[in-house]
């Protein structure tokens, strides 16, 4: 089959800034996953397409996306020109436009993407009007999952262990004795940005600076290793 790979950070969703006001972190995180993809997707027999925009990755990082990618397109606004004069789509959408011209020659695509300012159901919903055979989930599902407040009730409903979580607004200060350490982060969000982690006798202050508390969650602390897993699943539940 032939999959097509698109990650937003290093894949022309961040074209209209310089490479200097990109987070660093964020930039390492999106080509991890870009290259996890694409290389796995290729070591299983597949032909595997993808967009990178090529200001943010280097030569080695471009040469080890090459052993994975089948092609590889550089993101230019200039292909995207109709004549002289660049069409008149926003910054979103020309980047969506540039996605669409490989995903349309693919079967099947995946799209990786910031929950920050619903940028990834957007990205999904848009590909998906326009009739591109997508891995990713949607409807509720993705809404729950791209909300950190919604996934933690979604998986205490069903019993599946997970930390205590409260949104800002309803965290009440005497639940602050469950634990010595809290951390905060945004409800949306991409990456560990907007993440705190402070003593419980910090509490009332950092939480006091939190100009949208709703927006916000707060957990107690579990120090530990990051690790990310995923799985593409088909309707019968073969992984």
């Known amino acids: 089959m032939r999959f097509c790979v698109l990650e937003w ?3 022309g969703g961040m074209h209209p800034f ?3 006001e990109i987070s660093a972190s964020l930039r390492q995180e999106g080509w991890q996953m870009l290259q996890c993809l694409c290389q796995q997707f290729h070591h299983a027999g597949h032909v595997v397409s993808t ?3 090529q200001r943010l990755l280097n030569r ?3 040469a080890e996306i090459a052993n ?5 397109t550089g993101f230019q606004s200039e292909a995207l020109t109709k004549g002289n004069s660049l069409l008149p ?14 995903a349309q020659k693919c079967d099947q695509t995946i799209v990786v993407a910031p929950e920050l300012d619903g940028i990834l159901e957007y990205c999904i919903n848009h590909l998906r009007k326009l009739d591109v055979p997508m891995l990713n989930c949607t409807g509720q599902f993705l809404a729950n999952s791209c909300d950190k407040w919604l996934t933690a009730q979604c998986l205490h409903q069903h019993r599946i262990p997970h930390p205590l979580t409260w949104t800002v607004d309803d965290f009440i200060e005497a639940d602050l004795d469950l634990a010595d350490r809290w ?4 409800r949306w969000g991409a990456g560990c940005e907007g ?3 402070f003593d419980a006798k910090l509490a009332p202050a950092v939480l006091s600076e939190l100009r949208t508390p709703s927006n916000y969650i707060i957990q107690p602390w579990t120090p530990g290793r990051a690790y990310s897993c995923s799985a593409v699943v088909n309707r019968a539940g073969n992984i």
């Open 51 to 53: 967009v990178v925009d």
């Open 60 to 62: 080695q990082q471009m």
């Open 68 to 72: 994975g990618a089948h092609l590889i």
């Open 183 to 186: 951390c905060v982060k945004p």
């Open 18 to 20: 310089s490479p200097k």
């Open 89 to 102: 789509l926003s910054a979103l959408d020309l980047t969506l436009s540039a996605w669409h011209l490989v």
């Open 9 to 11: 950070i290093c894949g």
């Open 195 to 197: 993440l705190r982690i």
